[in-house]
């Protein structure tokens, strides 16, 4: 086992190496100085941004779930604000560089309208969800209350 987990190391540092190796000789030397910069700056929002606005959401969604009945709606809340977050990510660098660069052509779409209309539509969608759900929580309360369980 220590022979196969030592082997798959090597292979793994190996790879690493390599990658490195194409990186260098694909990528001019101004922007080697530039890359740790970038790669710092995205540590620094994924830390002091990105991380306490998502524990700080999934807080705030705890603490609504608490109410009665909201922990059978909760998942559909969830969802989207998960998907609106994955899809955002997704499209910041396309928002950011839209126009930009030696080949303008490369991105010749409305960015941020294309985003707007695909973030409205998972709202739209999430929202149906959760109101179909709470409608058949209410219903399946009604029902209870009527003493109509069962099929009786």
């Known amino acids: ?11 793994g540092v190996g790879f690493g190496l390599w990658g490195l190796w194409l990186l260098v000789g694909a990528v001019e030397p101004p922007a080697l100085i530039r890359l740790p910069i970038w790669l710092g700056g995205a540590v620094f929002v994924d830390d002091f941004f990105l991380v306490p606005t998502t524990v700080a959401i999934g807080w ?10 909201r ?4 998942g559909a809340l969830r969802t989207t604000l998960l998907y609106v977050g994955l899809t955002t990510l997704i499209a910041i660098p396309l ?6 660069g030696a080949n303008p052509t490369v991105l010749p779409r409305d960015y941020l309208r294309d985003w707007l209309l695909l973030e ?3 709202v739209v969608a999430g929202a149906v969800v959760f109101l ?8 399946n309360r009604s029902r209870a209350s009527s003493g109509d369980i069962g099929g009786r």
Do not use: Y
Not at 132 to 139: K, P
């Open 71 to 74: 922990h059978r709606t909760v």
């Open 95 to 100: 928002l950011l560089r839209q126009g930009k």
């Open 132 to 139: 179909v759900q709470r409608s058949r929580l209410t219903c």
């Open 1 to 11: 086992m220590k022979a196969a987990r030592a082997a798959l190391g090597a292979a």
């Open 60 to 69: 705030l969604v705890t603490r609504w779930s608490i109410g009665p009945d």
């Open 120 to 122: 409205a539509t998972i």
